[in-house]
């Protein structure tokens, strides 16, 4: 099982920024497909940022222009950098890491981390 460990949660008012850091370990293979999903309560899962070894990214088109995903192989780690934060993107955003793209998008991935808490007031 692939370990992530995620950091950078928090509490910001609206129009402000933070980032989301996610560190894999122990994968048994490499990792192509790594990502951000969150859940608002109430709501189900919902992709965020995907971003592949290859460097093809996928946002949601809410946060499309606000939020900027990126990754450092050497690293296993992948970062999403939230700008202009609103209200609604109050959710618990969770890392995931799959061999495949697709899966990962689909919300299946191979793991998943444990969550971190962002929360925007207005």
């Known amino acids: 099982q692939v370990q992530l460990v995620e950091s950078g949660g928090g509490s910001v008012q609206a129009g402000g920024s933070l980032r989301l850091s996610c560190a894999a370990s122990?994968?048994?293979?490499?990792?192509?497909?790594m990502g951000w999903h969150r859940q608002a309560p109430g709501k189900q899962r919902e992709m965020v940022a995907t971003?592949?070894?290859?460097?093809?990214?996928n946002y949601a088109d809410s946060v499309k222009g606000r939020f900027t995903i990126s990754r450092d192989n050497a690293k296993n780690t992948v970062y999403l950098q939230m700008n202009s934060l609103k209200p609604e993107d109050t959710a618990v955003y969770y890392c995931?890491?799959?061999?495949?793209?697709?899966?990962?998008?689909?919300?299946?991935?191979?793991?998943w981390g444990q969550g971190t808490q962002v929360t925007v007031s207005s």
């Open positions: 995931a890491v799959d061999r495949h793209l697709d899966r990962l998008v689909a919300g299946t991935p191979y793991s």
């Open positions: 971003i592949t070894s290859g460097r093809n990214i």
């Open positions: 122990g994968s048994p293979f490499s990792i192509n497909a």
